[in-house]
């Protein structure tokens, strides 16, 4: 395909579109597919057919909407009416009033906060694209970029305005974009792979899930740039087994792709080929980690090895390898092609863009964010979020999952990027924000989430392997009231050594939910261990004076 | 010179580092001026002194005696030694940690062929789930690991201590020694 | 061929080539760093996190067996921090199995054992945390007690990088993790085992012994190690 042949075909599924008077997007997202949205869009179906409309109307897939919470959701084009809380029952009034005002019962309010706070950049087309049909896609605009830079743009062109849009990795770290590809695009060798990490163990997270499911062209056509610029002519997308909707469609887009020889060899004419492939992982969080993860493409066991050599220098089968995050890959288009300039405008001096968020727990809200770089906290959850539920007090924000940390009410106001969350002890991570409130006690939030990094240790190192073991037990022991003031010491002493010595960044983490929670919370540890209490009532206190 | 009282006590261990105790042989006629003994399995006395300036204990802590014991025990001595693998890591006593005190009686009293077997329950302390070190129950000053450590190890220990120096018995013992 | 790398370590002038870890270059130069699962012949891993160091301007510390060395570095192997870092990593393989040195084939010879005296170690502070495992006599020469055994992984390597028969792997996730003989079935049944023994000779622990063997009389002697790999042309 050249850049004209997709232009034209662009233009002709835009106005196939257009025929349509009105067009009906029901979210195929995974929480509306779990409260049965398929047979929605198999309602609408029926209804439009009665009614013989289906020459003005056309009902469609379209991906997630962020509220899931108030799913399932179908929206209405062009007028924009958002519906909540749908049932197949609904169809025939969501049909019938397509041409007058409105279901009143079912309407969602599009101008509440939720949606005017956010800032979609990787989450830009809304949900309203079709994940499982290249033409939307192309429709959208799609693999333009791509094209244009592969017919006008030289590799380093697309590196710079990568480094002038100051894109940081999302897979936790925000370690710089721009220097991971230069650094494969330099380095000596004439294999080189991309990879898109689409393991997303943390628990309770669903951004990168989300952005797979829903937006797999255009993670793909970051990937196609990516590969580009730093010269791979293979890549991998690995994605966990537990996400068969993810997989299913990045398969089906990179088929499409294919058949619109968007991939393969001499791509658009030129001299560069691409394959891309999914990987599938068995769902262990450490596999997320880049040296794992590419042990286990290679077929090994999915073990970290020490850095360096980097994946940069020396990755999959022992090839200089890039590796990022789904929504690093997410934010390549629209930089590329609203220009660096752009991207570089939104977000905080050393944090640019925006941060997708998994936002759970005690929050009326739940569902998928998607906000500027340096927003607060406290925007995020009282704004955003909707507060509180059921008149409790906010007791604490977790960032990060089991590698971040629990940030108290004093830091609601903190702006929300890379430098801040970890100068209060958490980490921006992948995305997944679990808001708490007074009724959880943060003994028993620690030990939650030292249960899952003890579980989920490859069991390569020392410290991680023993440490996260013997601090879960000092935990369960300080939880049950049965722990003595050395305890603490002891765990104190454990944190600082698995922190600092432990292989890779699941142990080197593994602490930060303990020591976040002993600076901020230290009177709720002791309150178990001197008083024999759990404040919040959660905890199973034993009674028994000392259980050997 | 007010002389260093001293104490000895056997929780579950073999008598093994008591043994070796005695394997100081003449030199603790050395010592007799510096220290009086006050208890021990090796003098006639019931109740554990009031004060005691230092206790050896070997042995783990595996029953419900053991555990009133050392407490009382650590209530009243100022310098607490652990003496000995089972009473620093608790050695072969603690093997049974992995499968319980159930099996243990088991198979000590019901499994073999025996007229009229039955699990002791009567006059004796009952188990402890879990086989204890020492120090895991109370706090302890010194550690002289070693099955049995040696009398010279026991020895030069005691010497420090009794001339007001921390006892360091690194490179000098081991576990297993 | 590799450029050569001047640097410092415990402030010493050495020089190495850049293909060297710090490990190899300290012992070179007469320099002692502690290692476990490290052993020369084999690959090195760096899990056992024994040789971590110090290197200047470097906030991380570094495994000394996998670390090259590079021109300017500046290398401390000893301090407070690295010895109470390694003393709790003893600890913790001491409260992660089941270790009764008193009753054990390698008592006196064993390299965990030693660790604990050339460190210092008179107790564990750390929690036991007493697992369940068990013990497989079923090969006909040798026995695998998992209760000593630390993960160092070096029967692994072993059976598989000079052995060639890749007759050990790892099973499992965390303090659940495992050595396992093939697909973990019994190794007396192990089709792929030639029965070399490498693996015994290999193991730092008791873990790994000849049958027969009574306690403390298990020595192991892994010479061959070095002579293999030299022959082959894997050491530098
Ligand atoms: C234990 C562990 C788990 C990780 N899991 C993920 C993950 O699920 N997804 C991800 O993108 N990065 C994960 N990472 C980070 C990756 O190692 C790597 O840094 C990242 O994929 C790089 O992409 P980026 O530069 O785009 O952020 C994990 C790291 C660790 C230590
Ligand atoms: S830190 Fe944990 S997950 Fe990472 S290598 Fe060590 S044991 Fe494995
Ligand atoms: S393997 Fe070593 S440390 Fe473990 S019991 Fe045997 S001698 Fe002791
Ligand atoms: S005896 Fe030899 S072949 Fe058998 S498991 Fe050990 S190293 Fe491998
Ligand atoms: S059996 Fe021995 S060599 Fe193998 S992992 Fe265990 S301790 Fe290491
Ligand atoms: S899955 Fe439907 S709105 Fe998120
Ligand atoms: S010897 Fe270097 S990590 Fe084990």
């Known amino acids: 395909m050249n850049p004209e042949e997709l232009h034209s075909l662009a233009e002709e599924r835009r106005e196939a579109l257009d025929q349509f008077q009105h067009r009906v997007v029901v979210c195929t997202g995974t929480a509306c597919q779990a409260a049965q949205s398929r047979k929605i869009i198999e309602a609408l179906d029926g209804i439009v057919k009665e009614r013989g409309i289906n020459g003005r109307c056309t009902v469609s897939a379209g991906g997630c909407r962020g509220l899931c919470s108030a799913g399932p959701m179908v929206a209405v084009e062009p007028t924009d009416v958002l519906y909540q809380g749908v049932t197949p029952d609904d169809a025939a009034s969501i049909i019938d009033s397509l041409e007058s005002e409105p279901v009143k019962a079912l309407t969602c309010d599009t101008s509440a906060p939720f949606f005017t706070r956010q800032k979609r950049v990787v989450l830009e087309y809304e949900g309203r ?5 290249i033409d939307d896609y192309i429709a959208a605009g799609g693999f333009s970029t791509f094209v244009r830079i592969l017919t006008e743009m030289t590799s380093g062109d697309v590196i710079e305005q990568i480094r002038q849009s100051g894109l940081g990795g999302r897979g936790g770290a925000g370690y710089s974009t721009a220097l991971k590809w230069s650094t494969v695009a330099k380095a000596l060798g004439t294999t080189k792979y991309v990879i898109c990490n689409g393991d997303e163990g943390d628990p309770g997270a669903f951004m990168d899930r989300s952005v797979m499911e829903d937006y797999p062209f255009k993670v793909l056509e970051g990937m196609m740039i990516a590969a580009f610029a730093v010269g791979a002519q293979e890549g991998f997308v690995y994605v966990r087994a537990e996400y068969p909707l993810a997989v299913k469609r990045l398969k089906q887009a990179i088929r499409q792709a294919e058949k619109y020889s968007l991939l393969g060899n001499n791509i658009c004419g030129t001299s560069f080929s691409l394959k891309l492939d999914v990987r599938l992982g068995a769902g262990a969080f450490v596999c997320g980690e880049e040296t794992a993860l590419i042990a286990s493409i290679e077929g090994k066991r999915g073990s970290p090895r020490p850095r360096p050599p980097y994946p940069a220098e020396s990755g999959l089968w022992g090839c200089p390898t890039l590796i990022n995050n789904v929504e690093t890959y997410a934010n390549v288009v629209p930089i590329l092609r609203e220009g660096a300039e752009w991207f570089a405008g939104i977000g905080t001096e050393r944090s640019k863009g925006t941060k997708v968020f998994a936002l759970s727990g005690a929050i009326v809200n739940t569902g998928l964010i998607e906000v500027p770089m340096g927003i607060s906290l406290r925007e995020i959850i009282y704004d955003i979020g909707g507060g509180i539920p059921n008149g409790r007090r906010f007791k604490a924000v977790q960032t990060g999952g089991p590698s971040g940390g629990c940030i108290p009410e004093q830091y609601l106001d903190m702006p929300v990027d890379y430098q801040s969350l970890a100068q209060v002890g958490s980490i921006m991570g992948s995305g997944g924000m679990i808001v708490m409130d007074e009724s959880s006690c943060m003994v ?13 240790s490859c069991g390569k190192c020392i410290p991680c392997r023993v440490g996260t073991a013997q601090m879960y037990r000092l935990l369960d022991k300080i939880s049950q009231g049965r722990a003595r003031l050395q305890d603490l010491e002891v765990l104190e002493e454990l944190c600082d050594m698995v922190k600092h010595t432990s292989l890779c960044g699941l142990g080197q983490a593994a602490p930060n ?8 919370f230290r009177e709720e540890y002791l309150a178990h261990i001197v008083d024999h209490v759990c404040p919040a009532g959660v905890c199973k206190i034993a009674h028994e004076e000392i259980a050997l | 010179m007010t002389r260093k009282t001293i104490a000895t006590v056997w929780l579950d261990g073999c008598s093994g580092c008591h043994m070796s105790f005695l394997d100081i042989d003449h030199r603790l006629l050395d010592l007799a001026d510096m220290i009086e003994l006050v208890y021990s399995p090796l003098v006639d006395r019931k109740d554990f002194p009031e004060s005691v300036d230092i206790t050896l204990i070997e042995g783990s802590v595996s029953n419900q005696a053991d555990l009133d014991k050392i407490r009382h025990i650590r209530a009243h ?22 499968i319980g005190a159930e099996p243990v009686l088991q198979r000590a009293y019901m499994e073999p062929d025996l007229l009229n077997a039955q699990i002791p329950t009567v006059g004796v302390p009952p188990l402890l789930p879990v086989v204890r070190a020492v120090h895991t129950v109370v706090r302890v000053d010194v550690f002289i690991p070693g099955c049995p450590p040696s009398a010279d190890t026991i020895f030069n220990a005691l010497s420090d201590l009794l001339n007001d120096r921390q006892p360091s018995v690194a490179g000098k013992t081991r576990f297993g020694a | 061929m590799s450029r050569v790398a001047t640097l410092k370590i415990n402030g010493q002038d050495v020089s190495g080539r850049e293909d060297e870890t710090i490990l190899e270059v300290a012992r070179e130069n007469g320099i002692p760093i502690p290692t476990l699962c490290q052993i020369e012949g084999l690959s090195n891993v760096g899990a056992c996190r ?24 500046d290398v401390r192997t000893e301090s407070e921090r690295l010895t109470h870092y390694r003393r709790m990593a003893v600890e913790m393989l001491f409260a992660e199995g089941n270790h009764i040195c008193s009753v054990c084939v390698s008592n006196g010879h064993c390299e965990l054992q030693g660790m604990a005296v050339a460190l210092g170690i008179d107790h564990i502070h750390l929690p036991y945390l007493a697992p369940r495992r068990g ?102």
């Open chain 1, 129 to 133: 694209l079709n994940p499982e049909s």
């Open chain 1, 444 to 456: 028993d939030v620690a030990k939650f989430f030292m249960e899952f990094c003890m579980t989920e």
């Open chain 1, 513 to 520: 939910p303990v020591l976040s929670t002993l600076r901020y």
């Open chain 2, 77 to 98: 001595t100022r310098t607490l030694i652990s003496l000995g693998d089972c009473a620093v890591t608790g050695n072969v006593p603690a093997l049974r940690n992995t």
């Open chain 3, 50 to 73: 024994m040789c971590l160091v110090e290197v200047a301007g470097i906030s991380k510390l570094l495994p000394a067996c996998t670390t090259r060395v590079a021109e300017g570095m």
């Open chain 3, 135 to 236: 013990v497989d006599a079923s090969h006909e020469r040798f026995t695998f007690d998992a209760n000593r055994c630390i993960l160092c992984t070096r029967c692994v390597r072993v059976c598989d990088e000079i052995e060639g028969a890749h007759t050990w792997d790892v099973m499992g996730r965390g303090v659940g993790s495992v050595v396992i003989t093939d697909l973990n079935e019994r190794w007396g049944d192990s089709p792929t085992c030639t029965s070399c023994g490498k693996c015994v000779q290999t193991c730092p622990t008791g873990a790994l012994f000849i049958k027969g063997s009574a306690v403390g009389e298990m020595t192991k002697r892994n010479t061959f190690l070095t002579y293999i790999a030299q022959m082959r042309g894997n050491l530098k």
